[in-house]
């Protein structure tokens, strides 16, 4: 199956820096990728959608301007926690959709191994 | 809006019992349903999914789920439990004509005692 590859896996920063986070596609062409939160015990959030080429689509409540996606090609996209606090510490989830089928149809979602984020 | 709700937050169960874990939606409009497993340190992984036909689908390592319309559930089931199904379980739903857009259940942990 596709993979979808995270980095890094985990990080540790103080707060007021930024921390990047890469998604990858390994062996397929992602149209599409997905930026999830998951807090402990909890379910998966979805923070936005990315397209290649243009601008994420925010889900309502995330910051866009402190949650910065950036879809530069089709098989890399980056979130950016930009001046981290104790309160962003979470497990961050990327997926990735390959665009087999047309529109209205179900396009698998490959999912990454997440990034734990702890802000100090 | 679409909204997922998972009954069970946490189920603990012996060696070879059954199991059902329960999965309820609201959705105006056609929906595509799925079931993710994530095993202690690792990614969510797709169990079964449902978009069409037959409501009963049988997913990998012997677990089924059936889709019943009029009751907006995706019920999970799985008639012989193993040590090594311990994991958090997710529902999903992603909406027809809504995108790729994925709403995730607040999941169940299934902790199955040898």
């Known amino acids: 199956g596709a993979v979808v590859s995270q980095h890094p896996s985990w990080v540790i920063c103080k707060s007021g820096t930024s921390v990047k986070i890469e998604c990858r596609s390994l062996?397929?062409?992602?149209?599409?990728m997905f930026w999830y939160r998951q807090f402990p015990k909890q379910s998966l959030m979805l923070m936005a959608t990315?397209?290649?080429?243009?601008?994420?689509?925010?889900e309502q409540g995330v910051e866009k301007d402190k949650f910065l996606i950036n879809h530069a090609s089709l098989t890399l996209s980056t979130l950016t926690v930009t001046s981290a606090h104790p309160e962003d510490s979470s497990f961050y989830i990327c997926?990735?959709?390959?665009?087999?089928?047309?529109?209205?149809?179900?396009?698998?979602?490959?999912f990454g191994p997440g990034t734990r984020l702890t802000v100090l | 809006a679409q909204s997922v709700s998972q009954h069970n937050h946490h189920v603990i169960l012996s060696e070879a019992a059954s199991l059902e874990l329960g999965c309820n939606y609201s959705?105006?409009?056609?929906?595509?349903l799925f079931w993710y497993v994530q095993y202690p340190g690792q990614h969510l992984q797709l169990l079964l999914k449902?978009?069409?036909?037959?409501?009963l689908v049988k997913g990998i390592k012997g677990f089924e789920a059936e889709f019943i319309k009029s009751k907006f559930s995706f019920n999970l089931r799985k008639p012989s439990v193993q040590w090594s199904d311990t994991a958090e379980y997710f529902c999903?739903?992603?909406?027809?004509?809504?995108?790729?857009?994925?709403?995730f259940g607040t999941g169940t942990s299934l902790t199955v005692i040898p």
């Open positions: 990315s397209n290649e080429g243009s601008k994420a689509t925010y």
């Open positions: 999903a739903v992603n909406g027809w004509n809504t995108g790729n857009q994925f709403y």
């Open positions: 959705y105006g409009g056609t929906v595509n």
């Open positions: 062996d397929f062409q992602a149209t599409t």
């Open positions: 449902y978009f069409s036909g037959d409501p």
């Open positions: 997926s990735a959709t390959q665009e087999l089928a047309g529109a209205n149809s179900y396009n698998e979602q490959f």
